[in-house]
């Protein structure tokens, strides 16, 4: 299956990209980043204890279930306000 | 109820103005401003860059409103945050909260600023004399949060 990944912030800028299709067998969201995390390199920020991430523009956790087509997102915390 | 996301600036006078505009029933209103500090962690900020995540922005601050709306009468709430290029002394963030009585909207207001420090998608980037860099998200700000 198919899903898109978008980056913000200083995950954005470290990747430097802002997005990418990915595809594999996943379940969940944890799923989409450990496939992140194996091609290495600066992908190794996906690791970092306090990321956020969300699915469909919804905040979530990374046991959150992922389908196909959707768009999950992975942040740092958040410093708006 | 509204939310705004804009890159323009906003008049806070005017904004509080239109909290009670119309609406006789309306007893207390609550607003917070944000606003950008010349000065942060230590450093002088020249200024700085709000990015955001578009669609997720609107709807995590929807949903903060309508969870603000369950838990407190409220009769209006207005959420605008500011993205793109900021300098020290403007506006960021205004959250107008209107109810018949003072502390709905005292504890509504404070509950939206803290849940949007901690669920809205904004990320500050900072502007220095030592270069640019990306504001951390702060331990006491997820501490906030959590008493609710």
Redesign the interface.
Known sequence: MKVRV?Y???Y?EALGRDGEQLEGDFKVVDDVRQALLEQGGDYLLLAEQ?LMC?CN???CKLDEPVREGDEV?F??????? | MGVRVQQAAFDPGLEVNAMHAANVGVGAVVAFVGYVRDFNDGREVAGMLLEHYPGMTEKALGKIVVDASERWPLLKVEVLHRIGALEPGEPIVFVGVASAHRQAAFDACNFIMDYLKTRAPFWKKENTAQGAHWVEGKQSDQDAAGRW
């Open positions: 978008v913000f912030a200083r954005r306090n969300a523009q919804d905040l997102a942040f740092p915390p958040v410093t708006g306000g």
